[in-house]
């Protein structure tokens, strides 16, 4: 069995699903979305990251780094003599220096997850896979969600569709109730750009997933400001939902919070991307018009 490293195990959430939930976040992704709300789950490798805003500067992360990657003091990381060898995280006191990803057994997942099975009953909640992209290791996930119903807990998973499909159906699809897929670009050269890769197959497994189970098969649109949000880009992306048999579609508002991190990482991120969405009247319209346009559509494609 594939083990992915853990991110982090986010609980009490009120954002991924029905009810009060648990979020397992999974590292490492197919996509490199240029606008990753989460950059620290992309590489499926152990990171360093360097939080700024609370460094005390004692220096204390230079005397212990092996490799005398940190000789100038955090601020001037170099990353390219780093072994990631997480020497300099066991020194910090104030936690300006994190090893990103953490490896964890099945059992101390499901330990954790356990905890909270009174919220998930009386919420409607249950445990979400998110990442990162948790269809990286199917076997591991779909263990890991078979484990989780066999204790009467409902799963989900936030999936960017790019996945092997056979590995999926195998383990993942008869373990979970509800799949929140999100979808970006309709466009598959706008899509390579902004993501590192077409989404030819993301169709493809969406289409096989809505002729299976439409009702467990949620779309999600990130509305990314300049990238995604076009009226073109959704009109098209509602249209397709709508003739594959989709009908669940909803937008999910832009976080900015990425770029923090990104930045953390020695990332780049999109410097024209806005801090928020700082137009509220432009976003309300667009909600607004999106939600009459996604009505229109479904009321056109026959049951």
Request: hydrophobic share 40%.
């Amino acid at each position: 069995m594939t083990h992915p490293l853990i991110v982090d195990i986010k609980r009490h959430s009120l954002e991924d699903g029905p009810g009060i939930r648990s979020v397992v976040f999974f590292k490492g992704c197919p996509l490199h979305c240029v606008f990753c709300q989460n950059p620290e789950t992309q590489n499926p490798a152990h990171e360093i990251a360097f939080r700024q805003r609370v460094c005390i500067d004692c220096r204390l992360c230079t005397a212990a780094c092996p490799q005398q990657a940190l000789a100038d003091g955090p601020r001037a990381l170099d990353r390219k003599k780093c072994q990631i060898c997480g020497a300099c995280t066991r020194v910090c006191p104030s936690g300006a220096l994190a090893l990103i990803g953490q490896p964890m057994t099945l059992e101390e997942i499901v330990e954790v997850l356990l905890r909270d099975q009174a919220y998930y009953r009386h919420s409607g909640g249950g445990v979400t896979l998110s990442g990162g992209e948790c269809t990286l290791f199917p076997d591991f996930a779909g263990t890991l969600l078979s484990r989780l119903r066999t204790a009467g807990i409902s799963t989900a998973i936030e999936t960017c569709g790019e996945y092997a499909s056979a590995a999926f159906v195998q383990w993942i699809l008869p373990n979970v109730d509800l799949i929140l897929f999100d979808l970006k670009l309709a466009d598959s050269d706008a899509h390579q750009a902004a993501t590192g890769r077409g989404n030819e197959r993301i169709w493809s497994n969406l289409k096989n997933l809505l002729a299976a189970c439409p009702e467990r098969v949620h779309v999600r649109i990130p509305l990314i400001p300049g990238i995604t949000d076009g009226r073109k880009n959704l009109t098209a992306l509602a249209d397709r939902v709508a003739q594959l048999g989709g009908r669940h579609l909803t937008l999910l508002p832009y976080n900015p919070l990425g770029a923090i991190m990104a930045k953390s990482l020695g990332r780049a991120y999109p410097e024209n991307l806005p801090p928020s969405f700082q137009d509220a009247e432009r976003l309300r319209q667009t909600i607004t018009w999106f939600n009459a346009e996604v009505a229109r559509t479904l009321s056109a494609i026959p049951s």
